[in-house]
């Protein structure tokens, strides 16, 4: 991506931007817990999760895209006001530290989404805090980590989030997740997931809330280096795109007293 | 209904039970606050909300149904454990008193919803925390209470709500709620209302979440005898009805962890 | 079934009615080609598909329901006026004689969905000339006949059609159908197969169409015994159930016109 | 629009097209019956509704569209394969003509849509052959035409076909059309509208059907002169931008026989 310029922090806290404007500004979100403690993951993953997305997305999408990185250990986990009002499109990766992210920062995070703000939710993130309050389920799913092959197909023909793909891609070695997967039915549901153990999965679905859109895509265990599968940057590319600043008419985020009428009123 | 006993507790605590079994098993919530404190809806309510419904679906449901109701002052405002436990639809009335209602009551319901309990959400509980939990969103809208006429429209031909209504009724006084209403698009959207100021509203919609579906019905503000309507009273009805108790498969509302396959995995 | 009486016409176009009222009246349609051309066809369903599936509603409905045949070579291929009057649910099955029904019959049985029929397409019929006609859709998918694996999944808890089932079943031999399956995202997901060659297929689908319910219902090939299947069978007799005779309000299947205005009007 | 070269044909059937390329290639359909013979709607739309469509859209859209029209009595009412294949968007306006467009035309246009051509539907085509073939019912719907008030309310924030909107827009005098609309569930839900007389409808409306998406809009009486009005214009701009070209995954239209299975297969 012309112009890119790593700051350099210290590992895992590093911040991608470019000197180009105007763009799409993503903030990758990570825990990135796995990455500091479990040395196999360390070494699929050695500048975390957030590093292998950032430089996913910055090669996919170059210069169309500004990213930054955020972690649960900095200060109001890196997303503060001041960050996600700079936000087009926030991915989420979280497994372990779900409970650690302060209600506070949930809260922040799901106004910033019902005005307009776009959120990629990633693999265990279904049941993170943030994606439960958007969909108002438990997002509980069935899982066996066995590293056994997926077929992901595309169910949606024509969505923007499939551009670029066939009809379907493989993952050699995944962790299942299987149905019942307790989310409301998506507005659109994209991918199926099929796994070699006798499973599926709707690995793929976007919601609309407010005037933001949520995709949920399931591939990315932290054992396995999916995230530098080609197929699957495509995806994660293509939807931060699409979830990207919604240019329609407003949204109404809370009640809007004493409207004045259009039209007389006779009857009051 | 025969075999219905009010069990003449303090006005606002009155449970109303059946002999007969098996039926729905209906509890009705309302913060009940404005009952008590306002002249005005004392007169228009003087059992509470929640007497008023109480009797209308007893009138509308006879035998079919067993009533009781629970409010915000109660412990645990009426809403334990067991109660929920032997509760197959929850309809909920609640205004001033949003804040007041703990998480964890909220929290129970929600999964008492997940599993399979159906939940009519009545007025303005659309800022109530237990609706707002299963959408994901604000629930906001607009609103003006000046008494104008209003038209509910039918738009979802058979649906089972609908059940004895021609395409349309009239509420002659009401308060105005407005789009934008801020849900997720409804699984189905039941009513329409026109309003005489000018404006329109998405007043029926079905949503499911888990095993259970949430019925929003937008009539019902304290100051108007709109739960003595009898097309207000069908719809209520009907949607005891039609939310209660599913019986098919059985949902997922937490991780199912190391599920077994299903067939062999010889990728792994 | 109590009552329940063949008419013991010739093979193929026998009726069963019962002296029970009131019954769902279900119609079993079937082109009833392959069993009496195909011997190894015959040899499975002796008595026609439609025969089989005859038994196997009245074994699970039993008074709950009247079944009468119907089949491609009979006048209007017993899909008069009368009997679509007398009709509840359809069940169609078709394969190799699409393209012999006639538009004018296609058409009889649009216009009684949109009135409240209910259909279930099963199989096959995914490209009769019905099916397409209320999805506006080509029906087209991948298929391959291998007697493969299937394994189907519930993707919908609660769903009257499940009722009964877990949270899948399998097939030891079926012709696969696999994605993409060329219809409008379904109104409700219900199923989701898996094959053992790698492909999936939203398996079971429910659409509105004016008053009536149409369920698509993947399993049922000429060759393999699946209408004796428990599971399938339970299905298709959830089915009947689910999308039998809505009572709600009544639909518009042509334009009204010059309605009377409900409310004075000024601006013209 | 830089480039564009009305060809000045005999009134009605003036194309109009651009030098510049890539551009979206929209295709306006147009009856054009009311206009050649109703004095009152010549002088309204003295080029024929398709000229001012033509017009609004090249005003609103500039270099980034290129508009041809076609009318009903050309041969093969302007709608060849030739035009159709290069055709992203087709924009339909039919009325009292509906009958006389052939089925094969039809047929050759829902191939389009499925394929991935946007289709909007303009007010009276809600009976139009090509639409009700896309929806499976009827269209049907209440109408009156006494010039009353409407408002139009956008339900949907952020919806690319509400940019440039607020939250609603009035016309002053437009025929009513009210609900029940016999159309399927939309997958987006855009508009609704408020009339003077007491009725609403939902006004603007998208489905998907194979790679395609079909916008319905509900303005747009011959006798009024609502299609030079700026919102209406900038609606139809937008919904030609919204469905246009799709770049996702291909679809199948058509069976797909003996597919190769992805994994061995040991049931069979």
Redesign the interface.
Known sequence: MAGLEPRGLALGETEYTTMDAPTLRVTIWNEYLHEKTNEAVKLIYPNGIHGALADALTSQLGADVTVRTATLEQPEHGLTEAVLAETDVLTWWGHKGHQRVSDEVVDRV?ASV?E?MGLIALHSSH?SKIFT??????G?????D????E?I???????????G????F?L??AE?Y?????V??P???VF?????????F?SGCC??????TVFYFRPGHETYPIFYDANVQRVIANAVRYVAA??????????????????P????
């Open positions: 799901q019902l307009g049941v309050r958007l969909m108002g389920t438990s509980g799913l069935k899982w066996r066995v590293g056994e092959r077929i197909w595309c169910v949606k023909p024509g969505h923007p989030i499939t551009d793909l066939g009809d379907h493989e050699a070695h299942m299987g149905e019942m997967f307790d409301p039915q507005d659109e549901l199926i997931s099929w796994f070699e153990g006798g499973e599926v709707r919601w609309r809330r407010g005037k933001g919604p240019t329609g008419c407003p949204s109404i985020t809370s009640n809007c007293q004493n409207t004045e009428p259009l039209r009123i006779a009857s009051a």
